[in-house]
Structure formats: C-alpha cells, structure tokens
C-alpha cells in the first residue's frame, strides 16, 4: 500500500507560482510512475502531467505545458509539480497519484491517490 499526501497548495495572484509536493509512505515511489490530476469545482477531473519511475519521461496537458514541472526525488519519497505562470483557470484541487504501469493520462489506471491540495488563483 501506498499513502500519499499532498501539500503546497494555496492562494497566489495571477502571474505567480507555486510548488506542490506529494510525499509517499509504505513503499519505495521509485518503481512507481506518478501522475498530477486537478479538479475544479462542477468539472470532472483532468489530467495536469506524469514523469516516470526513472524520471527520464515527462508528459503534460496542452494547457500546462511550458508552464508546469513534474520533478521527483526518490532518495525523499517525493514528487513535485512547480506551477508557473499561474492562471484564474488553474484554480482546483490538485491530487498526485501512483501507479505501477508507466505513466499514463488516464486516472483509471492509477492505484493510489492523495487527498488533495487547494490551489485558488486570483484574477
């Protein structure tokens, strides 16, 4: 089993930035792909980026892309999503997951979930 928790989440003006990080417990992230999601309110939930195991691959959403980062350090259990550039369109509750498979858009094929973290960005 794997526990993930997010943090880094919170209001910043339109322009800013922020860094979200997901720390995993009971069991070792570098064999797992990990994945952020992002839901706002009355939408369903969308794909933000994934980096694989390795970290040697990245993906991101079109309307991320060029302004958001997935890193990682397995050495520390954790994944990070630098967030640049923030938009009003960005506000939403951002989830990292994890899963065995390489990294993929689809959230079905992620086994385990954080809780969530509120970003809110003002216009």
């Known amino acids: 089993q794997v526990q993930l928790v997010e943090s880094g989440g919170g209001l910043v003006q339109a322009g800013g930035s922020l860094r979200l990080s997901c720390v995993a417990s009971?069991?070792?992230?570098?064999?797992?792909?990990m994945g952020w999601f992002r839901q706002a309110p009355g939408e369903a939930r969308e794909f933000v980026g994934y980096?694989?195991?390795?970290?040697?691959?990245?993906d991101y959403a079109d309307s991320v892309k060029g302004r958001f980062t997935i890193s990682r350090d397995n050495a520390k259990n954790t994944v990070y999503l630098q967030m640049n550039s923030l938009k009003p369109e960005d506000t939403a509750v951002y989830y990292c997951?994890?899963?065995?498979?390489?990294?993929?858009?689809?959230?079905?094929?992620?086994?385990?979930w954080g809780q969530g973290t509120q970003v809110t960005v003002s216009s």
């Open positions: 997951a994890a899963t065995v498979r390489s990294g993929s858009r689809y959230d079905v094929l992620y086994a385990y």
């Open positions: 980096i694989t195991s390795s970290g040697g691959r990245t």
């Open positions: 009971g069991r070792t992230l570098s064999n797992l792909s």
